[in-house]
Every structure is written in C-alpha cells, then in structure tokens.
C-alpha cells in the first residue's frame, strides 16, 4: 500500500518498539511510583508489585492481540470502537488522553524535584517544551534518544543494585510482611501499575511501526518481562537498604537507600539517573499522547483541524503542539502525587475497556484464552476504585465530562447539521 499525505511514516522495528515501551515503564515506576507504593503496602509492596504485573500482562497480551488486527494509531481508542462500539472506543480514548496528559505533568514535574528542587515547575515547563520539540521532528528522532535514555537509566539501576547488595548495612530482615493488609497492597499495585501502562505506547505507535502484526504482539511482552525484571530487583534493594517504613518516607527512595548503605558518591548519579529516566519517559508520554489525539481527530470526537499530518516530518504536528501546551500549564501548576493517583486511575479504566475488547475476539482473530481479558477485565476495576478516594472521584469527574461532551455530540448529529465524515468511514 503507498503511503499518503495522511500516513505515518513506518519506521519502527521491534528493537525500537521496546525501548519506547521502557522508556515509559523504567522513569516512571522506580523514581515516582515506589515511595507511594511503599506508604500504601508497607512490607507488602513486592506483593503489590506482583499483582501490577499479573494485571499488566493480561492487559499486554490483550493489548498485543488487539494491536497486531488493528495496527493503526490510537491504541484502544481503535480496538473499542472496533469491536465494542463507537462510544467505549471514545471513552477509551478520552481516558488515555486525560490520564496520560496527567503523566506527561509527572514525569515533567519528577524532572524538575531531581534536577532543581527549588525551581521545579519552571524546570517542569522547560522539559515539556524541549521534548515537545524533539517529537515534532519525527519518530524515528525519538526512538533514538530514547536508546540512550533507557541505556544511562539502566546502567544507573544496575549499579544501585549491586552497590545495595554488597553493602553490609542490606539485610534480607527488612522484608517481613507484619501488618500487612489486603487493601493497602491492592492500593499499591494500583500506584505500581502506573509504571507498568508504558507498554501502551508500542500500541498506540500502530501505524509507525514496520510489520505491526509481527513487530508488535513480539515487542509488548518482552518489554514488560524486562521492566519487570528491573522493577523486582530494586524494589527488593530499596526495601533491604531502608526497610519499608523509610522507603515509604523518603522523597528520593533509591538516593536515599544508596545513602543508607553508605555509598554517598552514588548519589548524584542516581539524581541523574532520575533526571533522564523521567525525561524518556515523558518524551514517550507526549508521542503516545500525540497519537490518541490524532486517531480522535479523525474521527471527529475532537477537533478534525488535530489530524493534521506534517508534510515534511510525517508527525501529527497540531496534536502535539497542543499536548506541549497543556502539559506545560500543568507543569506548572500541579502537584506530582495528585498526577499520578489521577492518571492511575483513568489509565486503569482504559485498559478495562481494552481487556473487554479482546474478550470479543474469535479465534480466527488471535484471541488469547479468555481467562487473560477476563482477569484484566476484572484486575483493572478493582484496581481503579482502590486508589485513593480524591483520586476516584477526581477520575469519575473527568470521564463525566468526556461522556457529557459525547452525548452532545451525538445530539448535534441527530438535529441533521452537517459535519465532516471520519477518516474511518471514508475507507469503509
């Protein structure tokens, strides 16, 4: 098929599909995820973190099967309209848009408390604009400062680890699971799987990837398995280095935990390592973002003039200069804590929406055994409405106004006034 002034470049292979996919997944859950995480579970946090991960990956190979039959761009946003109908498909969008705008403010925000506490927001702001920048001139410019970012990011990682390990102060006695309760571990694996959402990007980059229904269904799960396997090894050394009362303290866990151990010089290379794993994953925020929008765009559910391609970088240009522009005001204004509850929560409700979409699939479509969408189905709603209650009702409020904004639309339609076929039905 040739391309057209309406496509996007494919450009991306497996390699590049998983660093993008690690980018989101390593800055967000080590440096903003596990002090909360810690504060809700206790001792219980690896608990919590092997509960994100059972939901996590039913909602990958969910997410994997849906993306490979429909390798465009919008991530679930296209799988709902597809097989549930048009309005789960744009609830489904609306609730990645609103949460991961959230994220974009986090991560930009996490920036600005490693690299300059005293000047955080203006620190926040600057970052949007830059990695705004860097996302206009194309993907495949992404995919490789994102190969960098994860590369610093796990050789900082890998250093914290070994130096907690082989330090005298780590003790296997701080891993004791007293006071424990049920509630507090599902609240943090609610807060964790935050960390684990950045496989959505791979996703939600359908139609810039090369082979979708080969590169994909391969791409998501070993970016999963392979943040997994980070996030298990420091959760274990920030817990034997500060137990899990500190941790839940501690405003900068693992400078704190490589503190504890006595490793001081560590310490700016983790605030370093903190700088530029929240800035790959906020540049990955902004693209998947970027591309929700647009898929929305085409279809009318926000302003069509947002589809608009570049015709030089072949990037949805007006989407993600104005992503930039909200995302820089929240920067400047929000509280990182809040962000994050927020955008669990209505990222949670978009891979619900994402699980009931392959429970439809038949087997001549990939359809995973149905155990998997279910338990996501299930993992996701719970989840959800075990964040905290600020969180819940903050979300519910937000996904009001989307359906509310929704409804209007399709009276509008029902009144005869004229309006611009989606890209979709143009094909159909």
């Known amino acids: 098929m040739s391309e057209t002034n309406d496509d996007l470049r494919r450009s991306l292979g497996v390699f590049d599909a998983v660093v993008i996919g690690l980018g989101s997944m390593i ?6 995820a596990l002090g909360p995480a810690a504060h809700a579970a206790g001792s219980g946090l690896l608990l919590g973190l092997a509960l994100a991960a059972v939901v996590a990956y039913c909602n990958a190979t969910s997410s994997a099967r849906l993306a490979a039959l429909y390798p465009a761009s919008g991530g679930t946003y296209v799988y709902g309209r597809k097989r549930l109908g048009d309005f789960w498909g744009y609830l489904a969008g609306w609730g990645f848009v609103v949460g991961k705008t959230a994220s974009c403010a986090a991560m930009a925000l996490t920036v600005g408390s490693y690299a300059w506490p005293s000047q955080e927001h203006p620190v926040a702001v600057a970052a949007v604009v830059a990695l705004t920048a860097v996302n206009y001139a194309g993907v495949q410019k992404s995919a490789w400062l994102t190969r960098i970012v994860v590369a610093v990011v796990l050789a900082v990682l890998a250093a914290v680890v070994v130096a907690i390990f082989t330090s005298e102060t780590s003790t296997a006695d701080r891993l004791h699971l007293d006071g424990v309760t049920v509630g507090g571990v599902i609240q943090a694996a609610g807060l964790l799987f935050f960390a684990f959402a950045g496989y959505a990007r791979i996703a939600t980059l359908g139609e810039e990837v090369r082979d979708p229904a080969r590169t994909i269904p391969r791409a998501i799960p070993l970016a999963l398995a392979i943040a997994l396997a980070v996030y298990a090894l420091v959760a274990v050394a920030a817990l034997s280095a500060l137990g899990p009362q500190r941790l839940a303290e501690a405003t900068a866990p693992l400078s704190e935990a490589v503190r504890v151990a006595g490793i001081g010089w560590l310490v700016p290379v983790v605030r370093v390592g903190a700088v530029v794993a929240a800035l790959g994953s906020l540049l990955a925020l902004i ?3 970027s591309r929700t929008t647009l898929a929305m765009a085409r279809d009318q559910h926000l302003p069509h003039a947002l589809a608009a391609v570049h015709p030089r970088f072949r990037v949805p240009h007006r989407a993600e200069l104005l992503i930039g522009v909200i995302v820089g005001a929240l920067a400047a204004t929000a509280d990182l804590r809040g962000a994050i509850g927020f955008s669990s929560f209505a990222v949670l409700i978009y891979y619900a929406i994402a699980n009931a979409s392959a429970f439809t699939l038949g087997r001549d479509e990939g359809r995973p055994h149905q155990v998997i969408p279910l338990v996501g189905l299930v993992g996701c709603v719970v989840l959800a409405f075990a964040m905290p209650l600020s969180s819940v009702l903050s979300g ?15 009276i509008s339609r029902s009144t005869g006034l004229p309006r611009i076929p989606a890209r979709s039905e143009k094909e159909n």
């Open 27 to 32: 800055g967000a859950g080590i440096f903003a």
């Open 396 to 410: 519910v409020a937000v996904l009001g106004i989307g359906v509310a904004a929704y409804a209007i639309r399709r």
């Open 287 to 289: 693209l998947g973002v």
